[in-house]
């Protein structure tokens, strides 16, 4: 069994990667928050092979309340989605199981560190 350890676990500095190692991870993926300058410096001084997320579409946040406006009980659970926007960004809400997670509609992108990032993860 291989472990990693995905980007909602924080990963923010050298430290952090030295612990998961001793915890058994094989590989980590730093927080999405993170500067393109301490994903670097991650990538630098990391005793973990460091896997960066380029695109996708990662929920913004989980919530454990629900945003149907029915009661629990008569609630089929199935996943419902909506549109949203404000300050002029659009989002997409989806409710299932009685959670809901917000993504941003444009997805995540990080094109613009790739060559760097990518020049300076080691091979492992």
């Not at 999405?32 to 990538?43: D, R, T, V």
């Not at 809400?93 to 009685?98: D, E, I, Q, T, Y």
Request: aromatic share 8%.
């Amino acid at each position: 069994v291989k472990l990693a350890s995905g980007s909602f676990l924080y990963v923010m500095n050298s430290y952090a990667t030295a612990q998961l190692k001793e915890m058994g991870v094989q590989w980590c993926v730093p927080a999405l928050e993170s500067s393109p300058e301490n994903m670097l410096e991650i990538a630098n001084n990391s005793t973990l092979p460091i896997v960066q997320v380029i695109n996708g579409n990662p929920p913004l946040f989980t919530s454990a309340v629900c945003i149907r406006k029915n009661p629990c009980s008569a609630c089929n659970q199935q996943e419902k989605k909506y549109n949203l926007k404000k300050d002029g960004k659009e989002y997409l809400a989806v409710s299932k199981n009685c959670q809901i997670q917000l993504f941003n509609k444009k997805g995540y992108t990080r094109e613009k560190i790739k060559a760097n990032i990518c020049g300076v993860i080691k091979n492992y």
